[in-house]
């Protein structure tokens, strides 16, 4: 598949996600499934303004290619400026748009989905990233629509490769929606049919058989895989397999999984220093854990982790009395 001028030799992408897909998480996930990838997303105008913390999110391994950084923003000079900044510091392949954040904060700022209300304002504020790329290819992430009233993501998609996209991702859900619900594939069919560009189809994977059926049944040239990602970055290695057409690995056991945290604890040691990597990975290292009997004790550890050694105290703990 191509995005733009960029050949991309998978169908499998790791959805972007603040406050998880960080690139320690993101590494784990591409070695282990050769996925394509997407940063966490990052505010045009911090970019701009020169906040100190955003260049860092965007901040790209050194096998992690191609792979795209996401800004979101609507005010066209930052989003023009916004997307040079963002190429420049990441040396990423794709830039992302994102038009499909529900969060208040974004939305109720004009940015991220509050974009589908305004499709008008929508394509302005493409086609300045598209300048600001200066001939980096831009893709842009969206929902179906505002809410149930409103779906017009066909319109929209078509608006967005009129104004440059060259590719869209469609999350099959309303802004309204935020998670609630389940994710409807068939809208993004309808995207797929409308447009030439590659559509990448999101939303509810949870299994190896659902990347299989996002595909059969939108038709979609990608499909991007989220929330089921959470402690479990082998649903990549299982989704990259049945793709291509191998048979599924199981889950390993607890002790080799206990091994995969860890290695992302030292990444995100290596990226953002051992307090941050601790606090960040007492989430990662819970959902680690999801669905292991008798965990309860151990979660709560890990609750308490402060430094690599409670880290590695509580590892050994888990692999003694769980695993
Ligand atoms: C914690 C969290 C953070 C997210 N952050 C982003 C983000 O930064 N950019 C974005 O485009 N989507 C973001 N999303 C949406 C996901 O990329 C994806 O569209 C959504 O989770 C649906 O896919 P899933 O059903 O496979 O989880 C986020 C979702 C979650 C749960």
Known sequence: ??????????????????????????????????????????SAK???????????????GEGERPAAVQIFGSDEDAMERGAAIALEKSGAAVLDINMGCPVP?????????????????????????????????????????????????????????DAGAAAVAVHGRTKTQMYSGTANWDYIRAVKEAVSIPVIAN?????????????????????MVGRGTFGNPWLMEQCAAVLEGREVPPLPPL?????????????????????????????????????????????????KIETAEDFYKVTAGIKRDLA
Not at 125 to 136: E, Y
Request: proline fraction near 3%; glycine fraction near 8%; charge should be positive.
């Open 255 to 303: 002790s080799e999984r206990c091994d995969v945290a860890a290695r992302q604890f030292e990444l995100a040691r290596a990226y953002k220093g051992e307090k941050i990597a601790c606090l960040e990975m007492r989430k990662h290292y819970a959902w680690y854990l999801k669905g292991v009997p008798y965990a309860s004790y151990w979660k709560e550890q890990i609750c």
């Open 203 to 223: 939303g509810d994977v949870f299994s190896p058989r659902d990347a299989v059926r996002i595909l059969n049944v939108t038709g979609a040239d990608m499909v």
């Open 1 to 42: 598949m191509r995005i733009g001028t960029v050949e991309v030799d998978t169908r499998l992408a790791l959805a972007p996600m603040a406050g998880v897909t960080d690139l320690a998480f993101r590494t784990i996930c591409r070695e282990l499934s050769g996925c394509y990838t997407v940063s966490e997303m990052v």
């Open 105 to 161: 904060k974004v939305a109720n700022s004009g940015d991220g989905s509050a974009l589908m209300r305004d499709p008008d304002k929508a394509q302005r504020v493409l086609r300045a990233a598209v300048r600001g790329a200066a001939g980096v290819p831009v893709t842009v992430k969206f929902r179906l629509g505002w809410d149930k009233g409103s779906i017009n993501c066909v319109e929209f998609a078509r608006r967005m490769e």
């Open 46 to 60: 911090a970019l701009c303004y020169g906040d100190k913390k955003t260049p860092g999110l965007l901040r790209l």
